[in-house]
């Protein structure tokens, strides 16, 4: 019952290094999200995937990359860290289904800090 | 811009009150009102959600009211108790998005004992 595995959970970077934070699924979801959270500004959406091979961006994918190979791996490249990207990272999956909803399950996030 | 609006940003009720989050949209082609429950330290959790086809869905102490010609949804939290202290969020999105989720900002529900 491992649901959205992220790792790592905590990350300081130095401005100008990179890193790729990890997103893993067990429930052989098609859609998978990454999203950042910054206080005071909900969830904002960075890039999505509707299954492998097939990304898009969202609201604020630039600094970032992703890629989908596997149905249950969707990690997030960042390039070049800037203070500006320091936040909360959530990654999620969900299922299209008529009888629930678009239910989306949430990784427990990682905390990224660049400085 | 689709954007949610979210209010008020932090919420101070005591046990056994009502809690109150309202929202309000402007995309009129947004078709599911789903509202999340994030404790601190981890992911926002579905807590209820509803479709514009209602004007209200009852899940227990938890209650969505949807009103559509104000573009507008709202949570109550009956009963409030202290384990209900959370931050939640209210999101909307439209059938054709790969259910891209367009989240409020966010309100911090404290509930005193």
């Known amino acids: 019952n491992a649901g959205v595995t992220q790792t790592p959970k905590f990350r300081i970077l130095k401005i100008g290094q990179s890193m790729t934070l990890q997103c893993t699924q067990d429930m052989n979801h098609n859609y998978m999200y990454w999203y950042r959270q910054d206080p005071g500004m909900g969830l904002k959406l960075i890039y999505y995937s509707v299954g492998a091979g097939i990304t898009d961006k969202g609201e604020v994918p630039n600094g970032y990359n992703v890629s989908r190979s596997t149905t249950e791996d969707f990690p997030l490249r960042l390039e070049l860290a800037a203070p500006s990207q320091t936040s909360v990272y959530f990654c999620a999956s969900s299922y299209p289904s008529k009888l629930e909803g678009e239910k989306l399950f949430f990784g427990s996030g990682t905390q990224l800090s660049v400085l | 811009q689709q954007q949610v609006k979210q209010s008020p940003q932090s919420l101070i009720v005591q046990k056994g009150g009502i809690s109150i989050i309202n929202c309000a949209y402007e995309n009129t082609a947004f078709d599911y009102f789903p509202w999340y429950q994030q404790f601190p330290g981890k992911g926002p959790a579905l807590l209820i959600a509803i479709r514009p086809d209602v004007s209200e869905k009852k899940e227990g102490r938890f209650t969505i009211s949807f009103n559509k010609s104000a573009k507008q949804f709202s949570l109550h939290i009956m009963d409030s108790q202290p384990g209900d202290s959370a931050t939640y969020f209210c999101?909307?999105?439209?059938?054709?998005?790969?259910?891209?989720?367009?989240f409020g900002s966010g309100t911090q529900l404290t509930v005193l004992p």
């Open positions: 999101a909307a999105s439209m059938s054709g998005s790969a259910r891209q989720l367009t």
